[in-house]
């Protein structure tokens, strides 16, 4: 498998594996799916697990995969998300999640730990900034003042290697955040052709992930591309029922003209996706959201042949309705 550079962490696979597949967000899947899967994506070249709390129980799953003896090379990240909490004891808290997953995981340490929620950047606000803040939102002097200090204590003691942040929702914050010391070792940040975080985000929005991703490149952060299908937006079907008016609704109808285009070709739109996630400048590893081999099986053979070429990534790109807009 391909490899790329993921900023100071250095070489690691082009794909990566994600929890959320394995922990059933994406769909129905089982326990010994799940251990199943992570042995093989190692078996098949991948060199990085992303794992978090939130993905139910990918975390018990690495655990059980691996039992604390994972393959020399091998990244795992895990998460923590606060949301917009007010200062004091964050320390304690991001210390507590994180030795939670490690004895689920069975590890010592991970190479990353990431904030696992959007951030606001520093004021005055814009209009539109304001718009989409929630209580998931962390604030920026609780970044700074807070989070980051307890980040890099963390990497201190050895519990991680590095530390991360979650790149979506308001560009500006993670553009800041990573121009300015001590920085992020990575960001996950939005890697599909609709630019479009989904469902993460409460509000539409215009994220800008490329934007942000190359902000990125520039100061030497690595950069784990998500959502490659869009929470199953750009795939053929959704795996799991979504309540009416859902943001990745409106995204599978932006795709029709995708999909479309996807079956004059004779191929399957996850996987044309995917490959175009792949060849998106300044994406090191794409992570995969898979939930079993099958499918894991199918992503790798796709990307095996690279990026897609520049003249079906125009193809792409004229047949995705703009948001917002019609046609195209």
Wanted: aromatic share 4%.
């Amino acid at each position: 498998m391909e490899t790329r550079s993921l900023g100071v962490l250095g070489p690691v696979s082009a794909l990566a594996l994600g929890g959320g597949g394995i922990g059933a967000v994406w769909g129905e899947t089982t326990r010994e799916e799940g251990v199943a899967t992570l042995r093989e994506a190692l078996d098949l070249g991948i060199t990085v697990l992303d794992a978090a709390p939130g993905y139910n129980v990918c975390e018990a799953l690495i655990g059980e995969a691996f039992a604390g003896r994972l393959p020399e090379g091998t990244l795992v990240t895990t998460k923590c998300g606060i949301g917009n909490v007010g200062p004091g004891g964050l320390y304690d808290r991001l210390r507590e999640s994180l030795t939670r997953s490690l004895a689920a995981m069975r590890l010592d340490a991970v190479d990353l730990f990431f904030l696992h929620n959007p951030v606001t950047p520093a004021l005055p606000l814009a209009v539109d900034e304001q718009r989409v803040l929630t209580h998931w939102h962390t604030g920026w002097k609780v970044l700074t003042e807070e989070v980051v200090p307890a980040f890099e204590r963390l990497v201190a003691e050895g519990l991680t290697r590095h530390w991360g942040l979650t790149g979506v929702d308001v560009p500006r914050a993670i553009i800041d955040a990573v121009g300015r010391e001590p920085r992020p070792a990575a960001i996950q940040a939005v890697t599909n052709l609709l630019d479009s975080a989904g469902g993460l985000t409460d509000e539409p929005t215009d994220a800008h992930p490329r934007e942000v991703i190359a902000a990125a490149g520039r100061n030497g952060v690595g950069v784990m591309g998500i959502r490659a299908v869009q929470a199953g937006a750009l795939t053929a079907g959704f795996d799991r029922e979504l309540p009416s008016g859902h943001r990745d609704l409106a995204d599978f109808d932006r795709a029709s003209g995708f999909r479309d285009l996807c079956a004059r070709w004779g191929e399957d739109p996850a996987l044309v996706a995917h490959r175009y996630a792949l060849g998106m400048a300044g994406v090191d590893t794409l992570v995969l959201g898979v939930k079993n081999r099958r499918e894991l099986r199918a992503v790798v053979d796709a990307c095996a042949a690279g990026p897609l070429e520049p003249e079906r990534v125009a193809a792409v790109d004229a047949s995705v309705t703009p948001s917002g807009g019609s046609g195209g």
